[in-house]
C-alpha cells in the first residue's frame, strides 16, 4: 500500500499507524485503498458522534505538536475507562425537581431518543454547549462546563494584577500571609502549622482494596479470555480501583480548598518538583559478565506508589492553582534544594541540621535554631518555601504563563456575530419541553471549566 508523504511524516513522529488530522471518519469504517471493512459496528454509531470523536482527535494531535500535550496514544477498549462527548444536537436535559436532572440521548431528524441518564446537580447551571458521559467502573458521570457559574467564580484582577498588589506590601507583612507546603512521603503536605493526609480509615480500605485486586487479577488470569466471567472479573477489578482513585482525588480537592480559603494567607507556595523524573525507572545494571545487578527497582517502586496515589503531589497543586484565582490569591513554585536543610532563621545550610527525617536542629553555634525540637523537619521545609515565595515574587522571578486554549465552542444557537440562527438572540430550543431554564445573557468573558 503506498502512502502519501504527510502520512509518512505523522507516522514517524508518533510512532505508529495513526490516521490523519482531519475531520474526516469515514476512513475508520472503510480503507480508502483497499475498500475493505474495518470495524463493522462503528456503522451503527450516529454520524454526529464520529464527527465529535474525529474534532477530539484532532485537539490531541494538534495540542502535541505544539507542545501542550502529550502525543495521543492508543489503548484497548475493554476494561477500560470510556468517554463520549456530545454536542448540543445529541441531547436534551430535562429538570425533575429536586436538582435531579435527566439527559436524553437524541439523534436522527426526529430527534429520537435512544438513551437517557439521570443525574445529580450539585449547583444551578445554564443548558451547557456540550456534555461529556463517563464510565468508571460500572458508573456513569455526566460532566459539563456551566458558563453562568464560571462568570460568578471569575475574581476581577488577573494574576499580574495580583502579583502587583501584592508587592505593595512589605516583605514581613506578606511573609505573615505566605503559606509554605512542603509535600513528602510520610505526611502528603505539611504547611508551618498543620498537616494534611489521608484519614486512618480510608488508609485501611485501601488495603483491603488492594489484597482484593490481586486476589481478583490472580482469577483473572485463570478465566477464559473474552468470556463472560472474564468481562465481570474485569468490571470488580476497575470498581475496586475506582475506590482508590476517588479517595486521591476528594483529598487533592480538599487539601487545596483547605489552603486557598484560609482568610490569613495571600500566596500559597509549592515545591518546584520535577514529578516525572522523580518516578522514572532506575536504569539497568549489569556486571562485567552482563549478568543483571540489582538496581533498587523495587524500594523504588514503593516510593513512586506514595508519590502518586498517596501524596497527589500534582493534583493538589493544579487544583490549588485555579482555585487561587477565583479568590484573588496567588500560587507559586519555588526552587526545592535543600528547603529541608536550612535554617530559616540565619540561612545556613548543612546535612547535619537534619540529623533524622523527623527532626531538624541548626548546627551553627551562633542560631541553635529549634534545639528543641519543636518543629518537624517538614515544618522548617515549609517555612524556608514561604520565604523563597516572598524573595521571588519582589525580584519578579516568576511571571504569569499565558494558558493557551485548543477548542472554544460557540454558545449554543450563536453564529459568529453572536446572534442566533436568523438572527435571533440564543435561547433555548423549542423542543427542550421541561429543561433546564437558562439565565439571563451575559457579556462573553470567557469561561473558565467548572465541573458540575
Known amino acids: 500500500m503506498s502512502r502519501k508523504p504527510e502520512d509518512i511524516i505523522v507516522y514517524q513522529v508518533f510512532g505508529g499507524d495513526i490516521p490523519k488530522a482531519d475531520q474526516k471518519y469515514s476512513h475508520l469504517l472503510t480503507d480508502p485503498y483497499t475498500k475493505k471493512r ?6 451503527d454509531v450516529p454520524g454526529q458522534v464520529l464527527r465529535n470523536g474525529a474534532v477530539l482527535y484532532i485537539k490531541a494531535v494538534s495540542g502535541a505538536k ?13 476494561a477500560a ?29 426526529y430527534r429520537r431518543r435512544v438513551a437517557r441518564i439521570r443525574f445529580k446537580a450539585h449547583r444551578s447551571f445554564e443548558m451547557p454547549n456540550s456534555v461529556h458521559v463517563k464510565t468508571k467502573g460500572s458508573k456513569l458521570f455526566v460532566s459539563f462546563s456551566s458558563p453562568e457559574a464560571s462568570d460568578e467564580n471569575r475574581f476581577p484582577e488577573t494574576e499580574d494584577e495580583i502579583r502587583a498588589r501584592l508587592r505593595m506590601q512589605t516583605p514581613e507583612e506578606l511573609l505573615a500571609r505566605t503559606v509554605g507546603c512542603d509535600r513528602g512521603v510520610v505526611t502528603p503536605l505539611q504547611t508551618q502549622t498543620e498537616g494534611f493526609g489521608l484519614k486512618r480509615s480510608e488508609k485501611k480500605r485501601m488495603r483491603a482494596k488492594d489484597k482484593r485486586i490481586k486476589r481478583l487479577q490472580k482469577k483473572h488470569s485463570r478465566q477464559e479470555r473474552d468470556s463472560k466471567g472474564s468481562r465481570k472479573t474485569s468490571r470488580k477489578i476497575n470498581d475496586a480501583h475506582t475506590y482508590g482513585r476517588n479517595v486521591r482525588e476528594n483529598f487533592a480537592h480538599q487539601t487545596s480548598h483547605a489552603l486557598v480559603s484560609n482568610p490569613d494567607a495571600d500566596v500559597i507556595a509549592f515545591e518546584d518538583l520535577k514529578i516525572k523524573n522523580m518516578m522514572a525507572a532506575p536504569k539497568p545494571k549489569y556486571d562485567e559478565a552482563g549478568k543483571p545487578l540489582p538496581n533498587g527497582r523495587a524500594a523504588k517502586a514503593g516510593l513512586h506508589k506514595a508519590i502518586q496515589y498517596e501524596g497527589m503531589w500534582g493534583r493538589t497543586l493544579t487544583y490549588a492553582q485555579y482555585k487561587a484565582l477565583r479568590h484573588g490569591k496567588l500560587v507559586v513554585t519555588v526552587p526545592a ?15 547535619s541540621n537534619r540529623p533524622d527525617q523527623a527532626l531538624f536542629a541548626c548546627t551553627n553555634p551562633d542560631c541553635r535554631f529549634n534545639e528543641d525540637h519543636q518543629l518537624t523537619a517538614d515544618q522548617v521545609a515549609a517555612m524556608n518555601i514561604a520565604s523563597r515565595a516572598v524573595k521571588q515574587i519582589f525580584d519578579d522571578q516568576q511571571k504569569s504563563k499565558e494558558r493557551k486554549r485548543l477548542l472554544r465552542m ?7 456575530d453572536g446572534q442566533g440562527r436568523g438572527g435571533t438572540p440564543r435561547s433555548m430550543r423549542a423542543d427542550d419541553v421541561g429543561a433546564a431554564k437558562p439565565a439571563e445573557p451575559k ?10
Open 38 to 43: 474495518h470495524i463493522e459496528w462503528l456503522e
Open 66 to 78: 505544539s507542545g501542550l500535550t502529550q502525543k495521543p496514544r492508543t489503548k484497548r477498549i475493554k
Open 81 to 109: 475507562d470510556r468517554s463520549l462527548w456530545l454536542t448540543s444536537e445529541l441531547f436534551t436535559i430535562k429538570d425533575l425537581g429536586g436538582r435531579w436532572y435527566e439527559l436524553n440521548f437524541v439523534v436522527g431528524k
Open 337 to 351: 534544594a535543600y528547603s529541608s536543610q536550612q535554617c530559616p532563621k540565619c540561612g545556613h545550610t548543612h546535612s
Open 410 to 416: 460557540r454558545k449554543k444557537g450563536e453564529s459568529s
Open 443 to 452: 457579556p462573553d468573558t470567557g469561561n473558565l471549566p467548572v465541573s458540575t
